[in-house]
């Protein structure tokens, strides 16, 4: 089995900073891309940012400049570090990676079990 365990979210006011981290465990042979999406009540799950296995980036406009995404290979993890928050901010935020769990088979997507930031005064 491969999990993905989020941690990191939490409530902090506008303005303020957070960061979530997001491991994989498991039977796990190599990973590709990582990211990070988000959920806000009554909305579609959003894109946040990406990062492949050979370190580009991607970020949705709405972050730019304010969130940064990493990873680190050697830990199966990746990181967003979260600054400015602001309430639209606020979501259920998810990790994804893309696992390929053995040699012989295709990579396929996994999701953590979400993890909740709330922006408010």
């Known amino acids: 089995q491969v999990q993905l365990v989020e941690s990191g979210g939490g409530l902090v006011q506008p303005g303020g900073s957070l960061s979530l981290s997001c491991a994989a465990s498991g039977s796990v042979f190599s990973i590709n891309a990582m990211g990070w999406y988000r959920q806000a009540p009554g909305k579609q799950r959003e894109l946040v940012a990406t990062i492949a296995s050979d370190g580009s980036i991607n970020y949705a406009d709405s972050v730019k400049g304010r969130f940064t995404i990493s990873r680190d290979n050697a830990k199966n993890t990746v990181y967003l570090q979260m600054n400015s928050l602001n309430a639209e901010d606020t979501a259920v935020y998810y990790c994804?990676?893309?696992?390929?769990?053995?040699?012989?088979?295709?990579?396929?997507?996994?999701w953590g079990q979400g993890t909740q930031v709330t922006v408010s005064s």
């Open positions: 994804n990676a893309n696992i390929q769990r053995y040699h012989y088979s295709s990579s396929r997507p996994f």
